[in-house]
């Protein structure tokens, strides 16, 4: 299943930011959403997640109160809406789709290409 995303780029400590990932209609309405990065030098982490029909979403400790995971049904696209933004969140930001899910990468089984992230003034 292909998902793609977009949106990434370079923003100042502080400011905002917004990626998205688009999926099929079918990924969309049946799995499970995730955000994963990965840092320089460092293994993926877990950012955010929504399980099938959106009701339960998750978000890693780090970005709490920062980051919010969303969708758009009849685009069948997944949002992070960035906030706060500080210079370790530079990464790139991976979406995934699975049936399991949650903080777990192993449940996911669909990733797509990435799109940088980069905090910097």
């Known amino acids: 299943e292909q998902l793609v995303e977009s949106g990434g780029g370079l923003v100042q400590p502080g400011g905002s930011l917004k990626v998205s990932c688009s999926a099929s209609?079918?990924?969309?309405?049946?799995?499970?959403m995730g955000w994963f990065r990965r840092a320089p030098g460092k293994e993926r982490e877990f950012v955010a997640s929504?399980?099938?029909?959106?009701?339960?979403?998750e978000y890693a400790d780090s970005v709490k109160g920062r980051f919010t995971i969303s969708k758009d049904i009849a685009k069948s696209t997944v949002y992070l809406e960035m906030t706060n933004l500080k210079p370790e969140d530079t990464a790139i930001y991976y979406c995934?789709?699975?049936?399991?899910?949650?903080?777990?990468?192993?449940?996911?089984?669909?990733w797509g290409q990435g799109t940088q992230v980069t905090v910097s003034s």
């Open positions: 209609s079918r990924t969309f309405n049946s799995y499970t």
């Open positions: 995934a789709a699975g049936l399991g899910g949650g903080s777990n990468e192993n449940m996911y089984t669909d």
């Open positions: 929504f399980r099938w029909g959106g009701s339960t979403t």
